[in-house]
């Protein structure tokens, strides 16, 4: 039997697979389907997400196994993601033995068939302390959180849109925007990127560079020569609620980088 992974939330772009036909293929096919939900897993709770990225979101509880990390979008620390599996038989095969730490079960046991083992559980404690706090509903606090991250993206997409200095793909699915200053030439406008993103850093706003194959930006290039396979862009990734309330200040900085890059 083969395996299939879908990625629901990439975390370089936010993307996220199309689940459901992902299901409708392996049942024809018989193949496992792993949902790495590693950065994106807790929009599963927005309401604000597109009906396609919803559908997606919808039918993971469908999926063979699931890995999720509360490092990103949990409030936890990092060391607390884990692998759910659908069927807990599997454990059979991660079984370990050491009789010096658990030798009084006979039944599958977490320190014998998980890699935390004998370690203390403050990682554990914290992330249910933070469930109980902020419990993963929809329409909850939490959830709200997460609505504001992706718009606070949008925001920052349709600025990015109205702005002709730059090129950009499609609207956000999660809360990471891609974005990259127009140019002649792939080539150039790469250089740029890595210009716009030092003075953006001066500036303390600290963005990312990715990249990404220059077909992700296709339907926003006309005109570009496509010297290169691959575009250098800028990645903001507007992970915390209160990045709704800080897009204006993000913008009006980038906005000063990209005059002062284009001008020198």
Same mark, same amino acid.
């Given at each position: ?10 975390? /370089?772009?936010?993307s996220?697979? +199309?689940?459901?036909e !992902?299901?409708?293929? #392996?049942?024809?096919h @018989?193949?496992?389907v792993?949902?790495?939900a590693?950065y ?7 309401s604000?997400?597109?009906e396609?990225?919803?559908s997606?979101?919808k ?6 196994? !699931?890995v999720i ?7 936890? +620390?990092?060391g607390?993601?884990c %692998?759910? =599996?659908h069927?807990?038989?599997v454990g059979?095969?991660? *079984?370990?033995e #050491?009789p010096?730490?658990? =030798?009084? #079960?006979?039944e599958l046991?977490l320190g014998e068939?998980?890699?935390?083992? $004998?370690r ?6 914290a992330l249910?302390s933070?469930?109980k706090?902020?419990?993963?509903v @929809?329409g909850?606090e939490f959830? *709200?959180?997460?609505e504001?991250?992706?718009?606070a993206a ?14 950009t793909? =499609?609207p956000?699915?999660?809360? %990471?925007v891609? =974005?990259?200053p127009?140019? /002649? ?5 790469s ?7 030092? /003075? $953006?850093? @001066?500036r303390n706003?600290h963005l990312?560079v990715a990249?990404?194959p220059t077909?992700f930006f296709?339907?926003d290039?006309?005109?570009m *020569?496509?010297d290169?396979p691959?575009?250098a862009c800028?990645? #903001?990734?507007l992970m *915390? +609620?209160?990045h709704?309330?800080w897009?204006?200040?993000i913008w009006?900085i ?5 005059t002062?890059?284009?001008?020198g």
């Amino acid at each position: 039997m083969g395996a299939v992974v879908a990625t629901m939330g990439t975390t /370089a772009t936010g993307s996220v697979d +199309p689940l459901k036909e !992902i299901f409708e293929l #392996s049942r024809t096919h @018989r193949v496992h389907v792993h949902a790495d939900a590693a950065y994106g897993g807790y929009f599963a709770l927005a309401s604000n997400l597109t009906e396609e990225t919803l559908s997606a979101f919808k039918c993971l509880g469908e999926a063979d196994s !699931i890995v999720i990390d509360p490092h990103k979008h949990g409030l936890q +620390p990092y060391g607390c993601g884990c %692998i759910v =599996f659908h069927d807990p038989a599997v454990g059979r095969l991660y *079984k370990h033995e #050491s009789p010096y730490t658990y =030798f009084s #079960s006979r039944e599958l046991h977490l320190g014998e068939i998980s890699l935390e083992c $004998s370690r203390a559980g403050a990682s554990a404690v914290a992330l249910w302390s933070t469930q109980k706090l902020l419990p993963l509903v @929809r329409g909850g606090e939490f959830a *709200k959180g997460l609505e504001s991250c992706r718009e606070a993206a949008l925001d920052l997409h349709r600025r990015l849109l109205g702005d002709k200095r730059f090129i950009t793909a =499609f609207p956000p699915e999660l809360d %990471i925007v891609v =974005f990259a200053p127009r140019a /002649a030439s792939v080539a150039e406008a790469s250089a740029l990127t890595r210009k716009i993103f030092d /003075a $953006s850093a @001066r500036r303390n706003l600290h963005l990312a560079v990715a990249e990404l194959p220059t077909d992700f930006f296709a339907a926003d290039m006309a005109g570009m *020569k496509r010297d290169r396979p691959a575009l250098a862009c800028l990645r #903001s990734v507007l992970m *915390k +609620p209160e990045h709704r309330e800080w897009v204006g200040r993000i913008w009006a900085i980038l906005d000063e980088a990209t005059t002062e890059t284009l001008s020198g």
